[in-house]
């Protein structure tokens, strides 16, 4: 369980921040970026649900959310090297989280028209809001991407956060009437 008595504690004045097994890094390391990334989705996902009225929609987000902070504690956690043992503070991504996300996106998108032009990010005020953290989202895999050419990430974070863009644009047009309100791109259009 998380206590927190006091929220500033000056060690990051110089800085640096330190990730879950006491080691510090510079706060523009790759692997900070990566988890303020994710943290930066979960803010946008907030802003969505502000907007949200079908509480089936919200309670989906509302799992993503929880899923993200998940995320970002395996990210602030160092994989163990070889032949040691992980954390006893570990929490780390699984499997489950990235099937149970599958089968929602692919609930919302039975009630969907198969798309026959990119669409562009607008609509009703959720529908923005989930392209928005779409993008914010495929930022945060690149940026894990990035890390993991670096050192060894869990490799169920990374596709969390690939599965996960595609329910965010999918969840986007459902929320858009369910794809009729989309905002389609029309090639050339003001040539």
Same mark, same amino acid.
């Given at each position: 369980?998380?206590?927190?008595?006091?929220?500033?504690?000056?060690?990051?004045?110089?800085?640096?921040?330190?990730?879950?097994?006491? *080691? !510090?890094?510079? $706060?523009?390391?790759? !692997?900070?970026? /990566?988890?303020?990334?994710?943290?930066?989705?979960? *803010?946008?996902?907030?802003?969505?649900?502000?907007?949200?009225?079908?509480?089936?929609?919200?309670?989906?987000?509302?799992?993503?959310?929880?899923?993200?902070?998940?995320?970002? /504690?395996?990210?602030?956690?160092?994989?163990? $090297?070889?032949?040691?043992?992980? *954390?006893?503070?570990?929490?780390?991504?699984?499997?489950?989280?990235?099937?149970?996300?599958?089968?929602?996106?692919?609930?919302?998108?039975?009630?969907?028209?198969?798309?026959?032009?990119?669409?562009? &990010?607008?609509?009703?005020? &959720?529908? /923005?809001?989930?392209?928005?953290?779409?993008?914010?989202?495929?930022?945060?895999?690149?940026?894990?991407?990035?890390?993991?050419?670096?050192? /060894?990430?869990? &490799?169920?974070?990374?596709?969390?956060?690939?599965?996960?863009?595609?329910?965010?644009?999918?969840?986007?047009?459902?929320?858009?009437?369910?794809?009729?309100?989309?905002?389609?791109?029309?090639?050339?259009?003001?040539?």
């Amino acid at each position: 369980m998380v206590k927190l008595n006091k929220i500033y504690t000056r060690t990051g004045d110089d800085g640096s921040t330190g990730l879950v097994d006491g *080691s !510090r890094l510079s $706060k523009d390391d790759v !692997r900070v970026r /990566a988890y303020g990334d994710v943290d930066e989705t979960n *803010s946008v996902i907030g802003l969505v649900r502000l907007h949200l009225t079908h509480q089936g929609l919200d309670a989906m987000l509302s799992r993503i959310q929880n899923d993200l902070f998940d995320l970002g /504690a395996d990210l602030a956690t160092p994989l163990p $090297k070889e032949g040691e043992a992980d *954390s006893e503070y570990a929490l780390r991504m699984i499997e489950s989280q990235t099937t149970r996300l599958e089968e929602e996106l692919d609930t919302l998108n039975a009630d969907l028209a198969p798309l026959t032009s990119f669409v562009l &990010p607008g609509g009703h005020p &959720p529908a /923005a809001y989930l392209h928005l953290a779409r993008t914010v989202c495929r930022r945060a895999e690149r940026c894990c991407v990035a890390l993991s050419q670096e050192e /060894a990430v869990n &490799p169920h974070a990374l596709t969390y956060l690939n599965r996960l863009s595609d329910f965010l644009f999918v969840a986007g047009r459902w929320c858009n009437d369910q794809g009729e309100a989309d905002v389609k791109w029309v090639p050339g259009a003001n040539r």
